[in-house]
């Protein structure tokens, strides 16, 4: 029975740590499309996990990851942003910079 504990232990061990690499790529490629499609630099070409926790949902409990990135708007500084995703999906992106109002 012990040999089997440890068995399934590895099992869900390697299963999360594949799971995380590919919420990790997956928030890197959003992170590149978004700074791209708003010409900002994307810095150090990696992500940061900040915070790991479970979410509930109507459609289950999924792993939320909230990971930091870094960018530059004309090269000069650096800026943080976040991303938040929930399983694999993106749950809220974040760039901390004040949107442009049009004349209302």
């Given at each position: 029975?012990?040999?089997?504990?440890?068995?399934?232990?590895?099992?869900?061990?390697?299963?999360?740590?594949?799971?995380?690499?590919?919420?990790?790529?997956?928030?890197?490629?959003?992170?590149?499309?978004?700074?791209?499609?708003?010409?900002?630099q994307?810095?150090?070409?990696?992500?940061?996990?900040?915070?790991?926790?479970?979410?509930?949902?109507?459609?289950?409990?999924?792993i939320?990851?909230?990971?930091?990135?870094?960018?530059?708007?004309?090269?000069?500084?650096?800026q943080?942003?976040?991303?938040?995703?929930?399983?694999?999906?993106?749950?809220?992106?974040?760039?901390g910079?004040?949107?442009?109002?049009?004349?209302?």
């Amino acid at each position: 029975m012990d040999n089997l504990l440890a068995i399934l232990l590895l099992l869900l061990l390697g299963w999360f740590w594949l799971d995380s690499l590919r919420a990790r790529e997956i928030a890197i490629g959003v992170c590149v499309a978004a700074c791209k499609q708003r010409q900002l630099q994307f810095l150090d070409q990696a992500v940061a996990l900040r915070r790991l926790g479970l979410a509930w949902r109507s459609e289950g409990v999924r792993i939320r990851r909230a990971y930091r990135f870094e960018f530059s708007e004309e090269g000069v500084g650096r800026q943080s942003g976040y991303v938040v995703m929930r399983g694999l999906s993106v749950e809220e992106l974040s760039f901390g910079l004040p949107t442009d109002v049009g004349d209302a």
